[in-house]
């Protein structure tokens, strides 16, 4: 074949087709930038913040699930009229309450909310309540034309809490508890005791107690000889409380309970001479019968008045229910009726409700 020789087009024709193709062919190669590129020129700006405790998911795992679920959407720049939504998560006693608020342009602002057991749980609802909103909303209205109303979305639960009781953060644990107390071996109660604590994360509150106090000393100290003494009274301690866990807080079963405050009592009885080794001398159950003393006694009284420090750890049962059961055991640290200071038990039982 002649090279000179043409097909009857001009001359560089070849050049061209060949150019033409390589255009078709970068057209063709773009196309899948180009489709992107106009996606994103399509999606609504929306100014965004979020809010969650430590340990939940981070703010990119919240956008992945809208963008995932269908929501098209860029962050707005700084300055730029745009919508502006909002996620707050907030642990609470039942698990975690999350919320999505909507404002749009003009300030019309709505609010959703979701009530979950676990935060990832509460995460990825309102990720696709986020979905929801960025595919009903409107073109983005200019800042003199008010934005159309959002359709309002559905509250979404999760299966675990669909059908349980409506979230509650109040911190409803405090309350009122009466006790009865037991000083001594014996099924006999020696006092008892009411106490009221304020809700809150250390609960304070008061405790007022009433228990009987027995004096049965065969050698009690009349400088520089000893006497017997016996008598019966009642003392009472009146005193602040600062309280952690049982019985008050919600799904603890032990707890402990610290108090201060003042101790006094009257006791009436009396003393006798010993008429034999003081180390001989016995009671006879209490009573002002003695087989080293003789005579009716001399009548006493004595009075006191100390500071106390007191502990007390409780166990109860079914902290979840309005009333509840405990059972504690209290370690006391006062002055007594020699003027000595001395610690002393007791086992307690009482009851516990909140009432506020």
């Known amino acids: 074949m002649n090279p000179d020789a043409t097909d009857g087009r001009a001359p560089g024709h070849s050049r061209w087709v060949k150019a033409r193709g390589l255009a078709a062919a970068v057209a063709v190669a773009s196309m899948p930038l180009v489709s992107r590129t106009a996606e994103a020129a399509d999606a609504e700006a929306i100014h965004f913040h979020y809010s969650a405790p430590p340990g939940c998911p981070a703010e990119e795992e919240l956008l992945s699930v809208a963008s995932d679920m269908g929501g098209a959407f860029r962050l707005a720049a700084s300055g730029e009229p745009a919508r502006t939504l909002g996620v707050v998560i907030e642990k609470t006693e039942r698990g975690f309450s999350g919320s999505l608020s909507v404002r749009s342009v003009a300030g019309d602002e709505r609010v959703r909310t979701v009530t979950c057991g676990r935060c990832d ?59 009865v107390l037991w000083g001594s071996f014996g099924w006999t109660p020696t006092g008892a005791g009411v106490m009221a604590v304020a809700p809150g994360a250390t609960r304070l509150g008061g405790v007022l107690a009433v228990t009987s106090v027995n004096v049965d000393d065969p050698r009690y100290q009349v400088s520089p000889t000893y006497v017997l003494a016996a008598g019966h009274g009642a003392s009472t301690r009146l005193g602040a409380v600062a309280a952690w866990g049982a019985p008050w807080a919600r799904d603890e079963w032990a707890g402990f309970m610290a108090e201060a405050g003042v101790r006094g009592g009257v006791v009436n009885g009396a003393v006798w001479p010993l008429t034999g080794s003081g180390d001989s001398c016995s009671s006879m159950n209490g009573q002002s019968s003695y087989s080293c003393t003789s005579g009716p006694g001399t009548p006493r009284t004595w009075r006191f008045v100390s500071p106390y420090l007191a502990g007390t750890v409780v166990v109860q049962v079914a902290p979840r229910l309005p009333v509840r059961p405990f059972l504690a055991l209290t370690l006391l640290w006062s002055g007594d009726y020699r003027g000595n200071s001395a610690a002393s038990f007791s086992l307690d039982a009482g009851i516990a409700w909140r009432s506020w």
């Open 121 to 179: 749980s509460a995460v990825r609802a309102l990720g696709l309540i986020m979905a929801m909103a960025l595919e009903d909303a409107q073109p983005a209205p200019s800042v003199e034309e008010p934005s159309p109303s959002i359709p309002e979305p559905p509250t979404i639960e999760p299966p675990d809490r669909a059908h349980g009781p409506p979230p509650d953060s109040r911190d409803d644990s405090g309350g009122i508890a009466a006790t």
